[in-house]
């Protein structure tokens, strides 16, 4: 009798341990094992029993037949990887650096045991015409929660009641009274299986576009064909993108396919979910962050055993363990979000393509301002880029205002609102309309620019912003480059040079002052802290409870809001001045969306952009929403730059309890790379963010046209790592970054 071998991956996250051990397989086991199993094996020099996983079977011993140890035992209840993860797994690994354990784990679903939850529905217990009538009369009174909540029982019998606090912003009062005029029930009932119940078969057929209905016949036409392509459907909120993916994922479940539609959290609405669960009932579900880890793991479940045809999810939808996934859909595909921020740092957009080519599916992107990468992938061929022009419902496109500060300065206006967004507020609070007004920070920017030129600080190497650190001095996160902050601008000689600094909470002071008794609502980082609160927020505005919406990024994301007819940016700079490659992008992005939320609803919107670089492309081209005009110059000094999607660009970066040890590795990892690989390097220097939780942080770059070398670069790095004895200092990579670290 032959003996059989396992290649097994210990449950242990270590760099020295990540490869397969071999282990015998006992008699006993012959014929029960495959290919992603969990097992307990004897490990290491007390034989400490282990969980590991099973890579690979076969019948050649690799090392001493005597001293190989024997598998003890199946781990029951761990759920069977199939081989396809594994292989997903694999790629992970070796696209993006990481432990075999860590992508296995990012893989898998975590196993847990499933809590049942007490869900409460809210069920009508009047007809639809009563319901019509009531609606009618709260129109009327103004009564602007109730009219949404009855807008919704018009719509189908029962509304989960989390939805109706939550996204639909209808306080308990609300409900309660309603439940006592008999108007409606609140029911409890412990389920853990679908968050959000509504028949099937409610969604009216539209009658596609014939732009619409051009990408859905040549999607699913490829796919009967043999051949599923990627494709990028470019186009702006309203134009129907929603809509096409419920046709195609359609198609996709007729031919007996699965399908997973990613969608950033922040952007899934209950009116999407809804379009979704009218269409396909109980065979879709939803991820989301408020599901309990054991509710998650049902989901797969359920997934595996083909209960469900459809997932909605962020990018770990991406893993549901579908046995045969025919489409895979990534709505609003340039948002960050898609990017994991722990190791492995994977993109869900790369892994899509790899999770598609194992399963032989299409992929569907869109975007109304798509990342670079997408967009240059389309031009270069390799996705198949549809343009969808018009809003489908009505609306026209803001005028925009481009409001420039230097010149307020000059003329003496030091208030941090120009004369025009005074003006235009004045006007709206006076007629009752809604204000947006935007600060588009994000997350750290300590850049340094004059307020009477316009002038900003930059690297000469590497051509982005500079950052202030303590000490005065100004800092270059990618090559290390510094030099002392100067007291009078290089480009003018004002001494109006400084950081940029203004807050939401200090904004919101300042229009107190000028509008007294304007009502005011405040949305950031501080604000929404606790869970659900981000709901809160956007539903008290949306019922008219203040004027003025005060925000991050965050408000300009998703949410529709009628009232609003004017939208002010604050400073345009703020987001072109954070230190990366990528500024001028995301600029261009928030500020189209953000010009994109006035005159929604049936009154005409201006929005107004305040900036110390009016001329500056992603400015004018965002103002504008010409999003071709900002490709062509963005993609420009992407190629000469070296910056990804013309090259493509790997971050290391060191993190150590000690800032020497720290700083140490990071320029002897940085200089054996140079050395070994014949290619420059940028940095070492220390992240933009040098020290979180006392763990310092360094980081250099390696830029290559080839992402092949970048991970050749990267098994270099780690044989070296492996070969250290570290003692605490870690090592993590990130390729093609979307953030600073
Ligand atoms: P997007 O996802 O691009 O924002 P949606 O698919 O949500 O666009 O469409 C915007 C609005 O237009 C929705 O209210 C949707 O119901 C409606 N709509 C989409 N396609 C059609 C169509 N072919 N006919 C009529 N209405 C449509
Ligand atoms: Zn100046
Ligand atoms: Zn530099």
Same mark, same amino acid.
């Given at each position: 009798?032959?003996?059989?071998?396992?290649?097994?991956?210990?449950?242990?996250?270590? @760099?020295?341990?990540?490869?397969?051990?071999?282990? *015998?397989?006992?008699?006993?086991?012959?014929?029960?094992?495959?290919?992603?199993?969990?097992?307990?094996?004897?490990?290491?020099?007390?034989?400490?029993?282990?969980?590991?996983?099973?890579?690979?079977?076969? #019948?050649?011993?690799?090392?001493?037949?005597? *001293?190989?140890?024997?598998?003890?035992?199946?781990?029951?209840?761990?759920?069977?990887?199939?081989?396809?993860?594994?292989?997903?797994?694999?790629?992970?690994?070796? =696209?993006?650096?990481?432990?075999?354990?860590?992508?296995?784990?990012?893989? $898998?679903?975590?196993?847990?045991?499933?809590?049942?939850?007490?869900?409460?529905?809210?069920? +009508?217990?009047?007809?639809?015409?009563?319901? $019509?009538?009531?609606?009618?009369?709260? *129109?009327?009174?103004?009564?602007?929660?109730?009219?949404?909540?009855?807008?919704?029982?018009?719509?189908?019998?029962?509304?989960?009641?989390?939805?109706?606090?939550?996204?639909?912003?209808?306080?308990?009062?609300?409900?309660?009274?309603?439940?006592?005029?008999?108007?409606?029930?609140?029911?409890?009932?412990?389920?853990? +299986?679908?968050?959000?119940?509504?028949?099937?078969?409610?969604?009216?057929?539209?009658?596609?576009?014939?732009?619409?209905?051009?990408?859905?016949?040549?999607? $699913?036409?490829?796919?009967?064909?043999?051949?599923?392509?990627?494709?990028?459907?470019?186009?702006?909120?309203?134009?129907?993108?929603?809509?096409?993916?419920?046709?195609?994922?359609?198609?996709?479940?007729?031919?007996?396919?699965?399908?997973?539609?990613?969608?950033?959290?922040?952007?899934?609405?209950?009116?999407?979910?809804?379009?979704?669960?009218?269409?396909?009932?109980?065979?879709?579900?939803?991820?989301?962050?408020?599901?309990?880890?054991?509710?998650?793991?049902?989901?797969?479940?359920?997934?595996?055993?083909?209960?469900?045809?459809?997932?909605?999810?962020?990018?770990?939808?991406?893993?549901?363990?579908?046995?045969?996934?025919?489409?895979?859909?990534?709505?609003?595909?340039?948002?960050?979000?898609?990017?994991?921020?722990?190791?492995?740092?994977?993109?869900?957009?790369?892994?899509?393509?790899?999770?598609? !080519?194992?399963?032989?599916?299409?992929?569907?992107?869109?975007?109304?301002?798509?990342?670079?990468?997408?967009?240059?992938?389309? !031009?270069?061929?390799?996705?198949?880029?549809?343009?969808?022009?018009?809003?489908?419902?009505?609306?026209?496109?803001?005028?925009?205002?481009?409001?420039?500060?230097? *010149?307020?300065?000059?003329?003496?206006?030091?208030?941090?609102?120009?004369?025009?967004?005074?003006?235009?507020?004045?006007?709206?609070? %006076?007629?009752?309309?809604?204000?947006?007004?935007?600060?588009?920070?994000?997350?750290?920017?300590?850049?340094?620019?004059?307020?009477?030129?316009?002038?900003?600080?930059?690297?000469?190497?590497?051509?982005?912003?500079?950052? %202030?650190?303590?000490?005065?001095?100004?800092?270059?996160?990618?090559?290390?480059?510094?030099?002392?902050?100067?007291?009078?601008?290089?480009?003018?000689?004002?001494?109006?040079?400084?950081?940029?600094?203004?807050?939401?909470?200090?904004?919101?002071?300042?229009?107190? @002052?000028?509008?007294?008794?304007?009502?005011?609502?405040?949305?950031?980082?501080?604000?929404?802290?606790?869970?659900?609160?981000? %709901?809160?927020?956007? &539903?008290?505005?949306? =019922?008219?409870?203040? #004027?003025?919406?005060?925000?991050?990024?965050?408000?300009?994301?998703?949410?529709?809001?009628?009232?609003?007819?004017?939208?002010?940016?604050?400073? &345009? #700079?703020?987001?072109?001045?954070?230190?990366?490659?990528?500024?001028?992008?995301?600029?261009?992005?928030?500020?189209?969306?953000?010009?994109?939320?006035?005159?929604?609803?049936?009154?005409?919107?201006?929005?107004?952009?305040?900036?110390?670089?009016?001329?500056?492309?992603?400015?004018?081209?965002?103002?504008?929403?010409?999003?071709?005009?900002?490709?062509?110059?963005?993609?420009?000094?992407?190629?000469?730059?070296?910056?990804?999607?013309?090259?493509?660009?790997?971050?290391?970066?060191?993190?150590?309890?000690?800032?020497?040890?720290?700083?140490?590795?990071?320029?002897?990892?940085?200089? $054996?790379?140079? +050395?070994?690989?014949?290619?420059?390097?940028?940095?070492?220097?220390?992240?933009?963010?040098?020290?979180? =939780? #006392?763990?310092?942080?360094?980081?250099?770059?390696?830029?290559?046209?080839?992402?092949?070398?970048?991970?050749?670069?990267?098994?270099?790095?780690?044989?070296?790592?492996?070969?250290?004895?570290?003692?605490?200092?870690?090592?993590?990579?990130?390729?093609?970054?979307?953030?600073?670290?």
């Amino acid at each position: 009798m032959r003996e059989l071998y396992a290649d097994i991956i210990i449950d242990i996250s270590h @760099e020295k341990l990540d490869r397969p051990f071999q282990y *015998r397989v006992p008699q006993a086991l012959t014929g029960k094992l495959e290919t992603g199993m969990c097992v307990a094996v004897p490990f290491g020099a007390g034989n400490r029993l282990r969980k590991g996983y099973i890579i690979g079977l076969g #019948d050649v011993c690799k090392y001493d037949p005597e *001293r190989t140890k024997e598998i003890e035992g199946i781990v029951r209840g761990e759920s069977v990887v199939e081989e396809r993860q594994i292989a997903l797994a694999a790629w992970i690994r070796k =696209n993006y650096g990481s432990t075999m354990i860590q992508a296995l784990k990012t893989v $898998l679903p975590a196993r847990q045991t499933v809590k049942k939850l007490e869900r409460r529905t809210i069920r +009508r217990l009047l007809g639809r015409e009563e319901i $019509l009538s009531l609606l009618g009369e709260s *129109r009327r009174k103004k009564q602007v929660a109730k009219e949404r909540l009855l807008e919704e029982m018009a719509g189908q019998e029962t509304i989960p009641y989390e939805w109706v606090t939550g996204k639909l912003g209808v306080s308990a009062q609300t409900v309660n009274g309603l439940e006592r005029a008999g108007v409606l029930r609140v029911e409890s009932s412990l389920s853990f +299986r679908n968050p959000v119940k509504v028949q099937s078969g409610q969604e009216k057929e539209k009658i596609l576009s014939k732009a619409q209905g051009q990408v859905v016949e040549e999607v $699913l036409s490829d796919f009967d064909g043999g051949h599923p392509g990627t494709y990028l459907l470019h186009g702006i909120t309203g134009s129907g993108k929603t809509e096409v993916y419920i046709r195609l994922v359609q198609g996709i479940v007729k031919r007996g396919r699965q399908a997973v539609v990613l969608i950033p959290e922040i952007a899934l609405t209950y009116q999407t979910l809804l379009r979704f669960y009218r269409c396909f009932g109980e065979r879709v579900s939803v991820l989301n962050s408020a599901l309990s880890a054991g509710e998650k793991y049902d989901q797969c479940q359920r997934a595996k055993n083909g209960e469900i045809d459809v997932i909605i999810g962020p990018r770990s939808a991406l893993f549901t363990p579908f046995p045969d996934i025919g489409l895979i859909v990534m709505d609003e595909e340039h948002e960050g979000s898609y990017k994991s921020e722990s190791s492995p740092k994977y993109h869900a957009r790369e892994v899509a393509g790899e999770v598609a !080519r194992l399963h032989g599916a299409s992929v569907v992107l869109g975007s109304a301002t798509p990342s670079l990468e997408a967009y240059y992938r389309a !031009r270069s061929g390799i996705y198949k880029l549809f343009t969808l022009g018009e809003r489908l419902t009505g609306g026209s496109l803001p005028k925009v205002y481009i409001e420039d500060l230097r *010149r307020e300065l000059q003329e003496g206006n030091r208030s941090i609102f120009s004369r025009r967004l005074q003006t235009l507020l004045a006007e709206r609070l %006076e007629r009752g309309e809604q204000v947006i007004l935007f600060l588009n920070r994000r997350g750290y920017a300590g850049f340094v620019s004059c307020r009477a030129c316009g002038h900003v600080m930059k690297c000469p190497h590497c051509d982005v912003s500079l950052s %202030e650190h303590r000490g005065g001095r100004l800092l270059c996160h990618y090559c290390g480059y510094s030099e002392p902050k100067p007291a009078h601008c290089p480009g003018c000689g004002s001494p109006y040079i400084s950081g940029f600094k203004a807050g939401t909470q200090q904004i919101e002071e300042k229009l107190k @002052e000028m509008y007294p008794g304007v009502r005011t609502l405040r949305m950031d980082g501080d604000t929404t802290r606790t869970k659900g609160s981000y %709901e809160q927020i956007l &539903a008290a505005f949306g =019922n008219r409870e203040a #004027d003025v919406l005060i925000g991050t990024q965050m408000i300009v994301k998703g949410h529709d809001f009628p009232g609003v007819t004017l939208v002010g940016v604050l400073a &345009a #700079d703020l987001s072109l001045g954070v230190g990366d490659y990528r500024a001028g992008e995301r600029t261009f992005q928030l500020l189209t969306q953000a010009v994109g939320r006035a005159g929604r609803g049936d009154l005409p919107g201006e929005a107004v952009i305040q900036t110390y670089q009016p001329e500056h492309y992603a400015v004018t081209y965002a103002a504008a929403q010409d999003y071709g005009g900002f490709y062509s110059e963005e993609i420009l000094f992407r190629e000469m730059m070296g910056y990804p999607p013309a090259a493509h660009m790997m971050a290391v970066q060191v993190f150590a309890s000690k800032e020497e040890k720290g700083a140490q590795l990071a320029s002897y990892l940085a200089s $054996l790379t140079g +050395r070994a690989f014949g290619i420059q390097i940028l940095g070492p220097a220390p992240a933009a963010i040098g020290k979180v =939780n #006392d763990i310092f942080r360094f980081v250099f770059y390696v830029k290559s046209p080839e992402y092949d070398k970048l991970i050749r670069i990267k098994d270099c790095v780690e044989g070296k790592i492996q070969d250290l004895q570290l003692s605490g200092e870690t090592v993590q990579f990130d390729f093609d970054p979307m953030n600073t670290l």
